[in-house]
């Protein structure tokens, strides 16, 4: 059999858009999805044969579905929202302000239980266990570690296999971006901090400024992806945060600077990760500061292999047809469904979320309005891809 939009039926599609307008409407950021949570548990409760697990997660859930003796398939779905002002009036705006599901995890959320609604139905097909894993804190780069290392998610769930998605606004709906190799980034991030000597603006000679420091590697960080780089190589460097006293009469002490670095390739993120360090280490030096730096990685890139491709494409192709395949650019976004990549072959969709007639606004904006029927594309998706998956390995 073959699990599409229209085997679900009309009554699923309306079942999920209830489900996904309560959730939009109450966003919950990392690490504070308990009502989230609660309602996905309280979802699953009614699925039949679908079996909570208890890993000692905070929040977001684990659950299996029995099937055969043959692999066993996780599928997992990330929970939290962002701190973010709703700006579109819609009927099922945020209620908290300030909370907004702007990237859209509430359209995983509600297509991962729908391919679990599916699944269930579809059961008889099974021909090994489904897992579904509802991820907190994915904003903050941090949930995917937590059920890994703290929770040990992989001594409680056992697949060959795993597929995550996440909603793509610049793919119209109904459409899959379906792509083979590296589609996210590597992210590390920094924390530097350049330590002069303070005292009177009047007389520099006596003073260290830290400031003109700081404004130095700034300009010059930004050679690393002009000058070291190659053209046809992917890099960005980030310094998102600069502090640094507040009288106008004085030199400060310190310049405290923090950011992030995204590359695509591992061999160009270790030369971007060492010209950071000799430049940062060398300006400090010149004008004569200390240094303290802190720079550590914090998710790889999600990486899409050759085999977990071919049965992402196949299922694709079942599922919602040929015309629905497309191949997206790499995106330098981080997602730490990267993390589950390196326990178990895993596959990741762009799933498209774009709604006819509507701007185009992507993640994170205030106007984020993704099409309200994608997480019926979404389950379909997943589903189908546990019965692909299963078929071929």
Not at 1 to 24: K, N, Y
Not at 92 to 114: F, N, P, Q, Y
Not at 246 to 265: A, E, F
Request: proline share 6%; aromatic share 8%; glycine share 8%.
């Amino acid at each position: 059999m073959v699990i599409t939009p229209a085997w679900c039926g009309e009554a699923f599609g309306e079942q999920l858009h209830r489900l996904l307008s309560d959730l939009h409407s109450h966003p919950e950021l990392s690490w504070e999805e308990t009502r989230t949570t609660q309602h996905i548990l309280s979802a699953l409760g009614q699925l039949p044969g679908v079996e909570i697990l208890d890993i000692g997660a905070k929040t977001g859930a684990v659950a299996r579905l029995a099937g055969g003796s043959g692999p066993a398939v996780a599928l997992r779905a990330d929970i939290d929202a962002i701190p973010q002002h709703e700006a579109v009036d819609r009927p099922d705006r945020s209620v908290w302000e300030g909370k907004m599901h702007a990237c859209g995890h509430d359209i995983h959320t509600v297509s991962l239980l729908g391919a679990a609604m599916a699944l269930c139905k579809a059961r008889e097909q099974l021909r090994g266990d489904v897992y579904f894993v509802f991820q907190p804190a994915e904003e903050a780069l941090s949930g995917a570690r937590y059920l890994t290392e703290d929770c040990r998610l992989f001594d409680a769930i056992h697949p060959r296999a795993m597929f995550g998605l996440h909603n793509y606004p610049e793919l119209p709906v109904g459409a899959v971006g379906v792509k083979e190799g590296i589609l996210m980034s590597f992210k590390d991030v920094f924390e530097m901090r350049f330590i002069g000597r303070s005292g009177h603006s009047s007389m520099p000679q006596k003073n260290i400024d830290p400031i003109v420091a700081a404004a130095a590697f700034i300009q010059s960080a930004q050679t690393i992806t002009s000058r070291n780089v190659g053209p046809l190589e992917s890099a960005v460097v980030s310094i998102c945060q600069v502090h640094a006293g507040t009288p106008r009469n004085l030199v400060v002490d310190d310049v405290l600077l923090s950011g992030n670095i995204r590359t695509l390739d591992e061999a160009v993120r270790k030369r971007v990760l060492r010209r950071f360090e000799q430049i940062a280490r060398g300006t400090a030096e010149a004008y004569e500061c200390r240094l303290e730096l802190d720079l550590h990685p914090i998710v790889p890139g999600v990486d899409n292999g050759r085999e977990m491709y071919e049965i992402a494409l196949a299922a694709t192709r079942a599922s919602l047809g040929e015309a629905a395949v497309a191949v997206p650019p790499v995106n330098l976004a981080s997602e730490d469904f990267s993390v589950y990549g390196q326990y178990v072959p895993t596959f990741f969709y762009f799933l498209g979320s774009g709604a006819p007639g509507r701007p185009l606004y992507s993640w994170h904006n205030a106007c984020f309005y993704p099409d309200e029927r994608t997480p019926v594309y979404g389950a379909a998706l997943l589903a189908q891809s546990v019965l692909s998956a299963q078929a071929a390995l």
